[in-house]
């Protein structure tokens, strides 16, 4: 059983178009995240989920948003994409916000925007 | 801000021989540190972590210290296999702005026959 599942794992899509990844976890975590991974394989966290409670990267442009349905989902919606938003999305989770605990990552969603 | 440093690579070893990458951190508070791999194509796991000073993660053959005096925590292994060509990446958490990691630039590593 896969414990953190992304959909879908490619995405090619045109400049300008809005689409979502999502992202589900099985382990029963309270916590979920989003991280973008560049072309020079540099990862950066865009957004923490935990209970309703959202911290945000401040980096991150607001046609990004994260939507949580339930505890065991965080889906990644971006408005007006761009270029420069190519790059391998991950999501992972973690029990808590314990700063100690291991978050767990899914196998990334490749988005290429032409 | 917090940041974390390691050598750039790509490290390129015989198999068998020693394994040193070198990961340095500054943060506010007492991070948790960690060691993260992400083979081709896959998702990152973890490979070891630290939670306070002079804790010795290890895993798989892998060690890594969290030494509060000198801000790092160095990852070696003293044989390499082949099947342990990747991505490292050294990674720190204080549990601070939603617990979110820090990642460090990550070390390709290459063995080779």
């Known amino acids: 059983d896969t414990a953190v599942s992304q959909t879908p794992k490619y995405l090619v899509t045109q400049m300008g178009n809005d689409k979502s990844i999502k992202c589900e976890q099985n382990?029963?975590?309270?916590?979920m995240y989003w991280y973008k991974q560049d072309s020079k394989k540099f990862l950066k966290i865009m957004f923490s989920y935990n209970n309703k409670e959202l911290i945000i990267n401040e980096t991150v442009p607001n046609r990004f948003s994260p939507k949580s349905p339930d505890k065991a989902h965080l889906n990644l919606h971006i408005n007006s994409l761009e270029l420069g938003d190519s790059a391998v999305y991950f999501c992972?989770?973690?029990?808590?916000?314990?700063?100690?605990?291991?978050?767990?990552f899914g196998p990334g969603t490749r988005l290429l925007v032409l | 801000g917090d940041s974390v440093t390691q050598m750039e690579g790509p490290v390129t070893l015989s198999e068998e021989a020693f394994l040193t990458i070198n990961c340095t951190y500054t943060?506010?508070?007492?991070?948790?540190l960690f060691w993260y791999v992400q083979y081709p194509g896959e998702g990152l796991q973890l490979l070891l972590k630290a939670t306070k000073a002079d804790d010795k993660g290890s895993n798989k053959g892998f060690e890594a210290t969290y030494r509060k005096e000198t801000t790092s925590f160095h990852l070696e292994k003293g044989s390499v296999q082949v099947s342990d060509s990747a991505v490292y990446f050294c990674a720190l958490s204080t549990g601070n702005a939603g617990n979110m990691l820090t990642f460090g630039g990550g070390t390709r590593l290459m063995v080779k026959p």
């Open positions: 943060a506010t508070g007492y991070p948790s």
């Open positions: 992972a989770s973690s029990p808590n916000f314990d700063g100690k605990e291991t978050q767990y």
């Open positions: 382990l029963g975590h309270d916590t």
